[in-house]
């Protein structure tokens, strides 16, 4: 009797406890600690309406001005073709070379303890922090005909590197490292060494254990640097204008043409240029988004 009565004073008192929790995370979930969904979600449209989508709305509200036919004069302008060619390509180019150097980069920071490592780890965040023009006038310093290493360049191959399309691949270089080594340093800080050492014991070779264990898990984030290193470059103005030399049909980027158009007041070229290269900046956005999106199902496979 006596049990049976404590029996059923531990239920009973158990009870509310059990009913409560589940009220409670219910509520919790519900209201959470910002105001409700709509309020949220109203504040957040309204932000990016203003600081994002007026503003850019703008632009081919503006290139409508010159009609159809006037639009695609301005933006299919031998002049401004060259500059397309030359923005696009030496932005594909700088940052095929930045995912490359980029993975050795983040390998050697991840996989390797010397000394000095943790100011090497600070300094790719540099082009992050100086300023543009900074950057542009200590490239061209540096790789001017007179200057330390461009002297010497020209000495030896007979390469000019200043005031030509190399000069800006270098300057675009410089500026899309970081995006790279951020975007793959913590993939491989999660590939568990454990994976390569149990390859390698079962006879694969280095080559294999690359191409089969890491390239596939480091891939996808390969490809997000790639994609953010290449939009960082078509955009670029302050780092390339000192080292490029502008001259048209040889060394003029697209930003440069857009501003050259607006110094002219010929708003509605400017504007027609600008919604071309958001044309393109918006697919590359949207590239980059699909990625992300594959990596994050990719890895929650990888957890099942």
């Given at each position: 009797m006596?049990?049976?009565?404590?029996?059923?004073?531990?239920?009973?008192?158990?009870?509310?406890?059990?009913r409560?929790?589940p009220?409670?995370?219910?509520?919790?979930?519900?209201?959470?600690?910002?105001?409700?969904?709509?309020?949220?979600m109203?504040?957040?449209?309204?932000?990016?309406?203003?600081?994002?989508?007026?503003?850019?709305?703008?632009?081919?509200?503006?290139?409508?001005d010159?009609?159809?036919?006037?639009?695609?004069?301005?933006?299919s302008?031998?002049?401004?073709?060259?500059?397309?060619?030359?923005?696009f390509?030496?932005?594909?180019?700088?940052?095929?070379?930045?995912?490359?150097f980029?993975?050795?980069?983040?390998?050697?920071?991840?996989?390797?303890?010397?000394?000095?490592?943790?100011?090497?780890?600070?300094?790719?965040?540099?082009?992050?922090?100086?300023?543009?023009?900074?950057?542009?006038?200590?490239?061209?310093?540096?790789?001017a005909?007179?200057?330390?290493?461009?002297?010497?360049?020209?000495?030896?191959?007979?390469?000019?590197?200043?005031y030509?399309?190399?000069?800006?691949?270098?300057?675009?270089?410089?500026?899309?490292?970081?995006?790279?080594?951020?975007?793959?340093?913590?993939?491989?800080?999660d590939?568990?060494?454990?994976?390569?050492?149990?390859?390698?014991?079962l006879?694969?070779?280095?080559?294999?254990?690359?191409?089969?264990?890491?390239?596939?898990?480091?891939?996808?984030?390969?490809l997000?640097?790639?994609?953010?290193?290449?939009?960082r470059?078509?955009?670029?103005?302050?780092?390339?204008?000192?080292?490029?030399?502008?001259?048209?049909m040889?060394?003029?980027?697209?930003?440069?043409?857009?501003?050259?158009?607006?110094?002219?007041?010929?708003?509605?070229?400017?504007?027609a240029?600008?919604?071309v290269?958001?044309?393109?900046?918006?697919?590359?956005?949207?590239?980059?988004n699909?990625?992300?999106?594959?990596?994050?199902?990719?890895?929650?496979?990888?957890?099942?």
């Amino acid at each position: 009797m006596h049990s049976s009565t404590i029996s059923e004073r531990r239920r009973g008192g158990d009870a509310p406890a059990a009913r409560s929790g589940p009220s409670h995370g219910a509520q919790a979930s519900r209201f959470g600690v910002l105001p409700g969904f709509g309020l949220t979600m109203g504040y957040s449209m309204l932000y990016l309406s203003i600081l994002v989508l007026i503003p850019l709305a703008t632009l081919p509200i503006k290139a409508s001005d010159l009609g159809w036919e006037g639009f695609w004069a301005a933006v299919s302008a031998p002049r401004v073709v060259a500059s397309y060619r030359l923005t696009f390509g030496a932005s594909l180019v700088a940052a095929l070379v930045n995912t490359f150097f980029g993975f050795v980069v983040a390998w050697v920071l991840v996989r390797y303890r010397f000394p000095g490592r943790r100011f090497l780890d600070a300094l790719v965040d540099l082009p992050f922090a100086l300023p543009t023009a900074v950057a542009g006038i200590a490239l061209t310093t540096l790789y001017a005909s007179n200057g330390w290493l461009g002297s010497r360049i020209e000495q030896w191959w007979g390469w000019k590197i200043a005031y030509t399309p190399a000069g800006i691949v270098i300057a675009l270089i410089f500026i899309g490292m970081p995006f790279v080594v951020r975007t793959v340093q913590p993939v491989l800080q999660d590939i568990e060494r454990e994976l390569e050492e149990a390859a390698a014991s079962l006879g694969a070779g280095r080559l294999d254990v690359f191409l089969k264990v890491l390239l596939p898990a480091v891939f996808p984030a390969l490809l997000t640097g790639f994609a953010l290193a290449f939009a960082r470059a078509i955009g670029e103005y302050g780092s390339v204008i000192f080292i490029a030399g502008n001259r048209p049909m040889v060394s003029e980027i697209t930003p440069l043409l857009i501003i050259s158009k607006l110094e002219q007041f010929d708003y509605a070229g400017a504007a027609a240029i600008a919604t071309v290269m958001l044309g393109f900046s918006f697919v590359l956005l949207l590239f980059i988004n699909v990625l992300q999106w594959w990596k994050g199902h990719r890895d929650v496979g990888r957890t099942k």
